[in-house]
C-alpha cells in the first residue's frame, strides 16, 4: 500500500507568492556562502543535505485530497484543490500512452465543507465519457451537496453536464464495505456539521485517514473509539490544523485538533507512522517546520524509545507502508 498526498491544507488554499519565492532564494544563497559550488551535482548536493525542507520545497497550498494505492481501481480521500492536481496527473499519463491505467474512481469525502469538495468541478476525468466516478460519504445530502457547487450563480457547469458516470453511496459508520479490492469502514467525528474518518484495509495494511475531528479532554469514551479506530494502523493521517494552546482556548469547539493529542492517541493505538494534515492555512513553510520539530520533540519527551515515525504532510509527498 502507498499514500499519496495531492493536498494538505486546511480550511482553503494557500497561495506561494513572489515575496515568498525571493525569501526563500536569499536564504539558499545566504547559506550557500561556505560551501564551493562550481558544478551542478555539487549545487544539487547543497540543496537536497544542507538547505532545510522550508527553503529548498513547500509544502503546498491546496486543499484535503490524499490518494490510497491499494493496486487497481482509484481511491482517494476527499475532493478539495487537491483533486485537480491529481487529476492533472492522471490526464498526463494517459497522453503519454500509459498503459493499463484505470477508469474508475472511488473517492470517499469526509465532510461537505467546502475545502473538502472544491476541487471536483476541475476534475478533468469527470468530464470524460466512459469514465466511472463513485463518490461516498456518511451524509444523506451529500449527492445535493454536489449539485448546489455548480449550480448559478457559483459556477457556469452543472454537475449534470459532466460526462462521466457519476454515482453517489451514503455509508453507514460501523459498518465494513468491500469496495476497489479493499474493506472500508467510517466513524464519526466531532466537528460542525459532523464529518467522518475512513479506515482502509488490505493485504493486512492499514491505513486511517481522520481529518477535521476535535478530540476534547472531557469525552473520554469517545477517545477509546477513536483508540480502537486507529488500533495498529501503519499510517494515521490525523488533522494537527492547531498548535494545543489554540485547540483549547481560542479556536476551542472549531472542530480540529492539534499535534499533542495526536501524538499520544497515535502512541495508545499503537501506529506505526503519524501524518499530521489540514495544516493552518496562516502558516508558512518555516512554522510548519518548527510545528514538526516540536511535535517531534514532544514524542521524545513522552515516549523516548518510541518507534512511531512523525511526518509532516506536503503536497507531492509519497509514503509506503
Not at 22 to 37: C, D, G, M, N, Q
Not at 150 to 178: T, W
Request: charged share 20%; proline share 4%.
Amino acid at each position: 500500500m502507498q499514500v499519496r498526498f495531492w493536498g494538505t491544507r486546511g480550511s482553503l488554499p494557500t497561495s506561494i507568492t513572489s515575496k515568498i519565492n525571493e525569501s526563500k532564494i536569499f536564504k539558499a544563497i545566504k547559506a550557500s556562502r561556505p560551501f564551493t559550488l562550481e558544478t551542478d551535482d555539487a549545487i544539487q548536493t547543497f540543496v537536497r543535505k544542507e538547505l532545510p525542507f522550508s527553503v529548498r520545497e513547500s509544502y503546498g497550498g491546496n486543499t484535503s485530497c490524499v490518494e490510497i494505492v491499494a493496486g487497481g481501481e482509484f481511491i482517494l480521500c476527499d475532493a478539495g484543490s487537491g483533486l485537480r492536481d491529481f487529476g492533472n496527473h492522471y490526464m498526463s499519463a494517459r497522453a503519454a500512452g500509459e498503459n493499463n491505467l484505470p477508469n474508475v474512481f472511488h473517492i470517499f469525502i469526509s465532510h461537505l465543507h467546502w475545502d473538502h469538495i472544491q476541487g471536483f468541478p476541475f476534475f478533468t476525468p469527470a468530464f470524460i465519457p466512459g469514465n466511472r466516478i463513485h463518490l461516498y460519504g456518511c451524509h444523506a445530502n451529500m449527492e445535493q451537496a454536489f449539485i448546489n457547487q455548480q449550480m448559478e450563480p457559483y459556477f457556469p457547469i452543472p454537475l449534470c453536464d459532466m460526462k462521466a458516470d457519476i454515482s453517489f453511496h451514503v455509508l453507514r459508520p460501523g459498518n465494513v464495505y468491500s469496495i476497489a479490492g479493499t474493506e472500508v469502514s467510517a466513524t464519526k467525528q466531532c466537528h460542525p456539521g459532523d464529518s467522518y474518518g475512513y479506515c482502509f484495509l488490505k493485504e493486512g495494511k492499514k491505513a486511517v485517514y481522520s481529518t477535521d475531528s476535535e478530540h476534547k479532554e472531557e469525552a473520554q469514551e469517545d477517545r477509546y473509539r477513536f483508540i480502537d479506530f486507529f488500533r495498529n494502523a501503519d499510517i494515521l493521517i490525523f488533522d494537527a490544523q492547531y498548535d494545543f494552546l489554540d485547540s483549547v482556548l481560542a479556536k476551542e469547539n472549531w472542530g480540529h485538533s492539534n499535534n499533542l493529542v495526536g501524538v499520544e492517541l497515535a502512541l495508545r493505538a499503537g501506529v506505526k507512522h503519524l501524518c499530521l494534515f489540514h495544516h493552518e492555512h496562516t502558516l508558512n513553510d518555516e512554522a510548519l517546520d518548527q510545528f514538526l520539530e516540536s511535535t517531534r520533540k514532544y514524542l521524545s519527551i513522552i515516549e523516548k524509545n518510541s518507534s512511531m515515525e512523525v511526518y509532516l504532510a506536503y503536497d507531492g509527498l509519497i509514503l509506503e507502508i
